[in-house]
């Protein structure tokens, strides 16, 4: 029988929980690592038949995470599974203001969630499964602020650089190996969520590109969660996902 597994962190709300939900009607099982448990979505799960494991996880402690996720790879029977994916998706934005204005505390959560978990749960990911032969992918979930400076994002626009550049790193490292897994830093687009609400409600005097990001939703242009969601699975359903290590689903 054919049996995909995938790990994703943030599927409570916004695009991650519309990719779980999209995964378990695919029959995939589903390990979710959120900041809470989703009900409906074990109800989903149930429903179709397949597995839905949800750890209640804060990212700003992806040590935490990481040593639980090595574990639990550990105790999987690795012959069991055709694929297995992780998908960091997990994302934090500060509050739209000046690196200056920005207490540490806050920019050191920012870089643990958006950056530190995303490496430390690939390492685990990838060295936990490096014995499989199912087909092993990465897809990190970046965004075109890691592409383009922006005032008042320097903390989020670097995290999301970072991903990038360690995914370009990733690929070149697993390219040589045996099974290596396929690694993509994939940016989804614009979408309609809590993050583009923080955007568009931030204080001008702060954040020159507020018109810009006002603009987006008052002309229709940003995809609802749902349709990013079948637009970023289509392109890790892909035969030659991995073949550009940093891509943008719009491409």
């Known amino acids: ?105 806050e920019l050191a959560e920012v870089l643990r969630v958006d950056l530190e978990a995303p490496m430390l749960l690939t390492a685990v990911f990838l060295r936990g499964t490096q014995s499989w032969t199912a087909h092993r992918k990465v897809l990190n979930i970046s965004s075109g602020l890691g592409r383009r400076a922006m005032a008042s994002q320097a ?35 614009v979408i309609d969520t809590d993050m583009q609400v923080q955007l568009r409600s931030a204080d001008a005097g702060q954040f020159p590109d507020v018109g810009n990001f006002v603009g987006l939703k008052e002309k229709g242009m940003l995809s609802s969660p749902a349709e990013a969601a079948a637009r970023v699975l289509a392109v890790l359903a892909r035969p030659d996902f991995g073949s550009n290590p940093v891509a943008d689903v719009r491409d």
């Not at 029988?1 to 995939?28: F, K, N």
């Not at 992780?86 to 500060?94: E, S, T």
């Not at 670097?158 to 370009?168: I, N, T, V, Y």
């Open 1 to 105: 029988m054919t049996q995909h597994l995938t790990i994703i962190t943030g599927a409570s709300r916004g695009m991650g929980l519309a990719m779980a939900e999209q995964l378990i009607d695919a029959g995939h099982d589903l390990l979710c690592m959120s900041r809470s448990h989703s009900d409906s979505l074990g109800q989903r799960a149930t429903a179709k038949g397949v597995r839905c494991e949800q750890w209640p996880q804060d990212l700003a402690r992806a040590d935490v995470a990481a040593l639980r996720l090595e574990g639990w790879l550990a105790g999987k029977d690795a012959t069991s599974f055709t694929s297995v994916t992780l998908i960091n998706n997990a994302g934090l934005l500060p509050r739209v203001a000046p690196l200056s204005a920005i207490p540490a505390p």
């Open 155 to 189: 903390a989020y626009c670097a995290a999301k650089a970072g991903m990038d550049h360690f995914s370009r790193c990733v690929a070149l490292e697993e390219a040589g190996r045996p099974n290596g897994a396929k690694v993509c830093s994939l940016a989804p687009g």
